[in-house]
């Protein structure tokens, strides 16, 4: 799976210049934690997210720190932490230079990106324009619908090999004991020995008259009885349903 597979598009931006209050209004609004912040012209160049808010001059939550360590940390430092606290515009508080990706970016290679730099959203851009967006929710909504699809295939093949065990068990000619049946995304794998070779097509036949079943791969062994001699059948030997 890649970006464009599981991102969320038309994305909601904020200027660049537009006040603090409009992004947390369109946060609010949109129960989005998270914005890609545009110049004039539409091009991607910073992101803002709830973790901005968190440390502002309004609700008495700046850094409080020792004399000595802010005469470490320096006067730039601190400059641009006031312009993070007290700032009124959007591109004042935001994270500029965001990491970006393509929407054919494997989605390996984006759960790579959020797990190195610690970032819970990736803007998706084409010609440096946001096309969308891949959070966490959207990796974890991949991942219910991919385990969701994988189960319902699992039960699909669990159903196909009840009938064709319960078609088998019908017929007084199969030898039972020795065959087995597997089922994987529908196609049939028969397993197992049989004692005349005219039992090959005969099950064979059983499985691909299962609706459902999409192709069937012939592993069965044929032992002569008199010789005691095993022989498997030529080839991959698969027939379609």
Do not use: C
């Amino acid at each position: 799976m890649k970006a464009s597979d599981i991102m969320t598009p038309n994305v909601l931006s904020v200027d660049a210049d537009a006040p603090i209050l409009e992004a947390i209004r369109l946060m609010l609004q949109n129960r989005v934690s998270g914005l890609p912040v545009t110049d004039q012209h539409g091009k991607l160049i910073g992101i803002v997210t709830e973790g901005d808010f968190l440390r502002r001059a309004e609700t008495g939550t700046e850094k409080k720190r020792r004399k000595w360590l802010e005469i470490i940390m320096g006067p730039g430092h601190l400059a641009d932490e006031y312009v993070h606290t007290h700032g009124r515009k959007v591109a004042e508080v935001m994270t500029p230079d965001p990491f970006v990706i393509g929407e054919d970016t494997s989605l390996e290679d984006v759960v790579d990106l959020m797990e190195r730099h610690g970032i819970k959203r990736v803007p998706v851009v084409r010609d440096g324009r946001v096309i969308g967006i891949v959070s966490r929710a959207n990796l974890l909504h991949a991942l219910a619908s991919v385990v969701q699809a994988l189960a319902a295939t699992s039960r699909a093949d669990a159903d196909l090999r009840e009938q064709i065990i319960t078609a088998l068990g019908s017929e007084k000619w199969v030898p039972k004991d020795f065959v087995n049946v597997i089922v994987r995304d529908g196609i049939v794998e028969l397993r197992g020995t049989i004692l005349d070779e005219r039992e090959r097509q005969a099950l064979r036949v059983v499985a691909e008259n299962t609706p459902g079943v999409k192709a069937v791969k012939d592993h069965l062994i044929w032992v002569e009885p008199l010789s005691g001699m095993a022989l498997a059948p030529p080839g991959d030997n698969i027939s379609p349903a």
